[in-house]
T-cell receptor, first 112, second 113 residues
Framework: NAGVTQTPKFQVLKTGQSMTLQCAQDMNHNSMYWYRQDPGMGLRLIYYSASEGTTDKGEVPNGYNVSRLNKREFSLRLESAAPSQTSVYFC???????????FGPGTRLTVL | AQSVSQHNHHVILSEAASLELGCNYSYGGTVNLFWYVQYPGQHLQLLLKYFSGDPLVKGIKGFEAEFIKSKFSFNLRKPSVQWSDTAEYFCAALNQAGTALIFGKGTTLSVSS
């Protein structure tokens, strides 16, 4: 089992460019999450998907959109990147919403 | 607003010293609590969790945590740290809606050999 995989690992964007971060899990989990990690801020939830076909905003959703493509995949899109979106992005999944979450390796994004 | 607080931003210890990292959450009722560890350059891994039952929870790599409901606390402990425990440690709690985790800001542990 690969667990939770994320692509790309690193990305540099210019302000205003768009991109999609991909996430997939092979644990047959129902719930998936996107977080951003900034120094001294811990992890903050951007969006989550409790089950296939549903998505909800987290603590810091502005500037992002998500798609739960199927049970395995949950993508995060930046339509017009801003320097404030420079961060490390982690995807996670869990069996149910109250269960333990399993994290991917992260995507380090720099917006110039 | 619901929150999770970690008291120590950076802890520096020598090998074999004992460790205790503080964590408090801000709301009552039923709560699911977690400690995650992030080794340098790696993703978060689950150390241990508490859902119910025995308030003393044992996790991987010799870590344990004690849930004290009256103090809204879930402190992480290890009797004797090793150099390989150098990492960032995050406490997290399931929010009251039961939909997602709220993370503390993390504690960086540096262990010198």
């Amino acid at each position: 089992n690969a667990g939770v995989t994320q692509t790309p690992k690193f990305q540099v964007l210019k302000t205003g460019q768009s991109m999609t971060l991909q996430c997939a899990q092979d644990m047959n989990h129902n719930s998936m999450y996107w977080y951003r990690q900034d120094p001294g801020m811990g992890l903050r939830l951007i969006y989550y998907s409790a089950s296939e076909g549903t998505t909800d905003k987290g603590e810091v959703p502005n500037g992002y959109n998500v798609s739960r493509l199927n049970k395995r995949e949950f993508s995060l899109r930046l339509e017009s990147a801003a320097p404030s979106q420079t961060s490390v992005y982690f995807c996670a999944s869990s069996e149910g919403q109250s269960g333990s979450q399993y994290f991917g390796p992260g995507t380090r994004l720099t917006v110039l | 607003a619901q929150s999770v607080s970690q008291h120590n931003h950076h802890v520096i210890l020598s090998e074999a010293a004992s460790l205790e990292l503080g964590c408090n959450y801000s709301y009552g009722g039923t709560v699911n609590l977690f400690w995650y560890v992030q080794y340098p350059g790696q993703h978060l891994q689950l150390l241990l969790k508490y859902f119910s039952g025995d308030p003393l929870v044992k996790g991987i790599k010799g870590f344990e945590a004690e849930f004290i409901k009256s103090k809204f606390s879930f402190n992480l402990r290890k009797p004797s740290v090793q150099w390989s425990d150098t990492a960032e440690y995050f406490c997290a709690a399931l929010n009251q809606a039961g939909t997602a985790l709220i993370f503390g800001k993390g504690t960086t542990l540096s262990v010198s050999s």
